[in-house]
């Protein structure tokens, strides 16, 4: 058997550096990072990358800050499993492995000019955090911008001091609700569908922006559509079991459609009769 | 008039050749292993290969993306070091039949897709392939003509075809056409040569019929009335989850990556091994959600990636019509029969319009 290194192998790792951590919620911790050497991430909203601990293995993470910030990045990463678990270990100034960017993100150009309605339930509002903050530092270039944020319990809210920052800017709109309340909660309480109804939007010019649990988007989407938003401009982000990352493991096919390449984020249009899908 | 692209090689000289092929390098070649089953083994000699055979329990795929192969190497101390390595072993395979030659070829479209798999594409390079042309059905469970690959079509340096008392030897490549040279042991076909070919294939074209009564163009269209067809329910049923289907097929590729640490725990590698989109946590994620939880989404998923999904991705379809998942099946699940009820099912809607 013979063996030779491969330089441009799609499993080559870049070293990262963990710049600063905090902890979110208990299960749900933020980390910055840099590239080791020194070189951007430049990845667009909404993608994703691998992340790697060598000897435990890989998970598929959405970079959740904007790519404007081009010397470092922010993962906000849910301890679940076996990765996930040992980032939460992890602090300041520890060595990561990382590959990607990868996939396709929120086609930014596209909706530069429209109105925006951002959604995001639970854990979705990582991968749109990067959306959100790339249209902050382009403020301009975009119509109306809406923020929906629901979570079961106040407790589990993320990021929440930059919700509070976005609730008090002039030029967003933005509204929550728990499922759950308790008793220093004097928020909207219900599930984040009851939000939708009472947004202001002209449906022809805006984009919807949709991440959260898989059980939400059937009923956001009858909503979104009930509004006239145009099916192509449903924008939804999947999460799959993923291996590769590269279209080859199969792991996160839904029917013909690969979420690692062609997604993580599709257009409703796109996937709407894939019954693989919802 | 003499075709430089084929050559004859008698009889009487097959010892000599397999002998010349294998002192260039590994020569891997059919094998009998009792109870009618074949498999893909080094030969050293023309003794132990199976000239009449059929297709090997497990499919030439598992030399150019091995069951369990490192793509990293990495060390664990203060300095923690990776780095991306492809293992391979140049190789010859003899024998290859022409199921098994769009077999890889499928792969090779998958692979080169962007982003490039390298380690596939590496090892590629390095494996000289050389057919054999199957001159009948190799047995009931083939499905080889309704995806046109009971004809040679390329994927090959050489391919031999038995001709009685020779070998037909077609020169598709110049790495096949330096193993002849170096052999030296063929000599140039002539017209008659060319003649005897040219009848067998035309005895073949009466023997292969579509095994599935359909219309191979109509095949994808097929597939878009059945999703919901009450087939898959009926798999859903029989189907064990075991994955030997998708484990012998030469086309399916699907994988998973592990890490593993040798025992000073100061060095280890990341390797993909076969993964098989019938077992149950495949598309299972976090939180306990299953995109595929039934067994008949599952069975589905599998038959789509054959006759549909790629056909739009690839213009092909992904079955080589090998019917080894229909030998492999302990549950008694054949392809041709799946095919057949989907077809019958269809008929009663909307399928009467293509009749
Ligand atoms: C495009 C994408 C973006 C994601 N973004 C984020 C994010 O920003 N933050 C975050 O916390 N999580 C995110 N996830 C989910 C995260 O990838 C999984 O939680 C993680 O891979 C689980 O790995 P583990 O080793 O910790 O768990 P494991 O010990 O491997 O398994 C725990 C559970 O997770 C399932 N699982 C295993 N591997 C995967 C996998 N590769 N993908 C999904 N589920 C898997 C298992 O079936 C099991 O049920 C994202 C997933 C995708 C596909
Ligand atoms: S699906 Fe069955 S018959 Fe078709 S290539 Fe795979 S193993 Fe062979
Ligand atoms: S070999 Fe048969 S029983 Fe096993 S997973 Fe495939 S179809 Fe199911
Ligand atoms: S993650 Fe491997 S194919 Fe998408």
Redesign the pocket.
Known sequence: MEKVVIKDSGYRLKKATILRTKNLTRN?KFFEIALKDGSSLDHEPGQ?IMVSLLG?????????SSPSRRDSFD?????????????HTLKKGDEIGIRGP??RGFPVNIITGNDLLIIAGG?GI??LRSLITYVLDNRRDFGKVHILFGCKEPKEMLFSDELEQWSQRTDLHYACTVDRADPEWAGNVGVITTLIPGVDIEPLRTFAAVVGPPVMYTFVIKELLKKGIPKRQILL???????CGNGKCG??QIQNLY??QD??VFNYEQIKNLSEAF | MEDTQYVVLKKDRFEEFIAALSSMQKLVAPVAKGFGAYAFEEVTSADPIALNYIPTILPLKKYFMPQRETLLEFTLDRRSHAEAVVEYEPLTIFGAHTCDLAGIQCLNMVFSERPKDYNYLLRKGTITLIGLECNDYCDEYASCHLVHASFPSGGYDLLFTDLGDYFMVHINTVSGDRIVRTAGLCEGAGSAHMNELRSLRDRKRTVFRNEVPIKTKLIPELFDAVFGARVWDNLNERCLACGNCTNVCPTCYCFNIKDELDLTLARGIRYRVWDSCQLE?FA???????FRKERSARQRHRYYRKFRYPVDRFARFFCTGCGRCTRACMADISLKETLSELIKESEERVWKKWL
């Open positions: 749900e994703f435990i293995g890989e998970s598929p993470i959405s970079v959740c993962l906000c990463i849910r301890a679940v499993g076996k990765v996930t678990r040992r980032l990868y996939g854990l990582a991968p982000s999947f999460e799959r079991n993923m291996a792991h996160c979420v690692c997604g993580p | 946590p299972r994620v976090a939180g306990g959600i299953n």
